[in-house]
């Protein structure tokens, strides 16, 4: 059942992107008439942007309802790398839960490699397709886009509590302090998601260093994010010959880096009272 709550997220990820890129159509705008004969669509447009809303809510009370009858004795876990919360589907009402959660989880991830990406503004015109879904936040200040991923986590985990906690999923916090506290380590733990786009683009970067691939935009696009997150080792020596380690030095680091992050969090999540 994990790897269809995987499949089903990622339909509802397809659908959200539909949903942002939908107003970025030309064809679904209002044309001047004298252009009608150019910009006719083929077929009549269907769809609106509130349809692919619908969408998602249908696909996601629709998967609670297959995991409450069709899976009585599974049991859902919402992945938040310090925490695991277990979601048992013997109640249509956790299992509700558990599908928006997940989803919301997968979309949460989705949106902070998004983040990272902005961050590193590679050329365009790859860096507009990062634009589309990020829409306005893409041009708001670096200081804002890095503290988003802390402040957006921690008030989801600080808002989700109070559902977890009614439904018996999480025990009761001591005080509002505590609360406060579990927020910022979920939030903290949020920044490791980075680790999965640094390490893509590393591997890319060091796949077409060897294979050529062609003068495509994505490959340049590729070639110049790497050159800004491999900047810091440049004053290393890591090539030997016609052999480059910097990608390898740094996918590892990070990775490692990550590691030691998630575990430091995960313990001083376990060190909080209940």
């Known amino acids: ?77 919402l992945d938040l790398g310090v925490t695991v919360p277990p979601f048992r589907s013997d109640s249509f009402e956790v299992m509700l839960a558990f599908s928006f959660f997940s989803f919301g989880l997968a979309l949460g991830i989705f949106f902070v490699g998004l983040l990272l990406l902005s961050l590193l503004q590679g050329p365009e015109p790859i860096h507009g397709l990062v634009k589309i879904p990020l829409g306005r936040v893409d041009g708001w200040p670096r200081w804002a886009k890095i503290l ?19 439904l018996q999923i999480l025990p009761p916090p ?25 390490g893509a683009i590393l591997a890319l970067h060091l796949l077409n260093s060897y294979i050529y691939f062609g003068r495509h935009p994505f490959w340049k696009y590729v070639n110049a994010t790497a050159q800004k ?40 999540y376990a060190k909080l009272p209940f």
């Open 1 to 77: 059942m994990a790897y269809v709550d995987f499949i089903l997220n990622l339909a509802g990820l397809l659908l959200w992107l539909n949903w942002r890129s939908l107003r970025f159509d030309p064809l679904t705008k209002r044309t001047p008439a004298t252009l009608m004969g150019t910009l006719r669509p083929a077929s009549p447009q269907k769809l609106r942007r509130w349809h692919f809303v619908l969408f998602i809510v249908g696909l996601l009370f629709l998967r609670a309802v297959v995991y409450r009858w069709l899976a009585p004795f599974w049991v859902g876990k």
């Open 148 to 166: 988003l991923p802390l402040l957006a986590a921690a008030v989801a985990w600080w808002l989700a509590g109070w559902l977890l906690i009614r």
């Open 174 to 198: 001591i005080s509002v302090a505590q609360r406060l506290e579990q927020s910022l380590v979920i939030g903290l733990n949020g920044y490791l998601v980075w680790k999965f786009p640094v």
């Open 229 to 268: 997150l491999l900047r810091p080792l440049k004053s290393i020596p890591l090539q030997l010959g016609r052999v480059d380690f910097a990608p390898l030095v740094g996918i590892a680091l990070v990775f490692l880096a990550a590691e030691g992050a998630g575990r430091g969090l995960a313990w001083i």
